[in-house]
């Protein structure tokens, strides 16, 4: 018996499978930002990217199950020219699916993104994304951070605008609410 099997017949704890929740797809490497924290080193010119076979290959083993949650992640998701087909695709499924964008807020004002909040808001997919320290402070110190926080303020106001409720914000280091609180006076959003 190895250890971990050991530890959890001394505590008493049996493992079983449960029912698959969530299926997470990585889409891709293609990202417009490159930051340093990286761990897949994404950036806007890696070429990894899914194909629209392999996506209709994930429909297709996805529609002979009842996994409720497609997580999208990547790179930025929304980059990959079939994005938009893939979510289409899993929104057409019965039953019905939830989907979920994890998305870094500056793709949605870049030229060529700026419908996909829209799109987002139509096919009712939950974004989660995370932003970078917001303090005064923590700017001064990291001038670079300035476009980056900027731009995901800009599109989290647009998302609002569009009537956006899915949302989900985190900070690198702080909780969900310390940045809603940040951010509310921006909006009428409901986080
Ligand atoms: S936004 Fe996300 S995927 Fe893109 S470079 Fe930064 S950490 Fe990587």
């Not at 076979?53 to 020219?81: F, H, K, Q, S, Y």
């Not at 799109?119 to 402070?137: G, H, N, Q, R, T």
């Not at 951070?145 to 303020?153: A, D, F, K, V």
Request: aromatic share 6%.
């Amino acid at each position: 018996m190895n250890r971990f099997a050991q530890t959890l017949r001394e505590q008493s704890i049996s493992l079983r499978r449960g029912r698959a929740e969530i299926l997470q797809v990585n889409v891709g490497k293609l990202c417009n930002l490159t930051c340093v924290h990286c761990h897949v080193n994404a950036g806007p010119k890696r070429k990894e990217i899914m194909t629209r076979e392999t996506v209709d290959r994930i429909i297709d083993w996805l529609a002979n199950t009842e996994i409720p949650t497609v997580d999208l992640t990547g790179g930025a998701p929304e980059m990959i020219p079939d994005f938009r087909y893939f979510i289409e695709r899993v929104r057409d499924l019965e039953p019905l699916r939830h989907v979920i964008d994890r998305c870094n807020l500056t793709i949605l004002v870049e030229d060529g993104y700026k419908d996909l909040a829209g799109f987002l808001a139509d096919e009712k997919v939950e974004i989660i994304a995370s932003m970078p320290c917001y303090s005064a402070v923590c700017h001064r110190r990291r001038m670079s951070l300035r476009p980056i926080t900027n731009g995901s303020c800009k599109s989290i106001s647009k998302l609002c605008s569009t009537g956006f409720t899915r949302l989900r914000i985190f900070r690198s280091a702080g909780s969900p609410l310390t940045c809603a609180t940040t951010i509310g006076s921006m909006s009428t959003c409901n986080f």
